[in-house]
Nanobody, 121 residues
Framework: QVQLRESGGGLVQAGGSLRLSCAAS????????MGWYRQAPGKQRELVAI???????NSADSVKGRFTISRDNAKNTVYLQMNSLKPEDTAVYYC???????????????WGQGTQVTVSS
């Protein structure tokens, strides 16, 4: 099994910055992509940003220019640098990884427990 451990969430004033980290550990053969999703109260979960094994990235229009996703493949870790935070960024942020635990095993998604990000006005 795989465990995703998130850190870096918290309370920050509007205009401030936070850096989220997510490290995958356990039975890992390969990771195809890692990313971040978020869910605000009363809203559906939405994609924030993803990064593939080849380094290509995709992010939501609402965070372009403010958030940057990066990775450290040696550590199976993904980061989300969040700058110019807005109150509407307040949400629970979830780490996601699409991976295989064995070379001939299935691809599947693993999820972190979520970390709260609160941006005050």
């Amino acid at each position: 099994q795989v465990q995703l451990r998130e850190s870096g969430g918290g309370l920050v004033q509007a205009g401030g910055s936070l850096r989220l980290s997510c490290a995958a550990s356990g039975s890992i053969f390969s990771i195809n992509a890692m990313g971040w999703y978020r869910q605000a109260p009363g809203k559906q979960r939405e994609l924030v940003a993803i990064i593939t094994s080849t380094g290509s990235t995709n992010s939501a229009d609402s965070v372009k220019g403010r958030f940057t996703i990066s990775r450290d493949n040696a550590k199976n870790t993904v980061y989300l640098q969040m700058n110019s935070l807005k109150p509407e960024d307040t949400a629970v942020y979830y780490c996601n990884a699409n991976l295989r635990s064995r070379w001939n095993g299935p691809e599947y998604n693993a999820w972190g427990q979520g970390t709260q990000v609160t941006v005050s006005s």
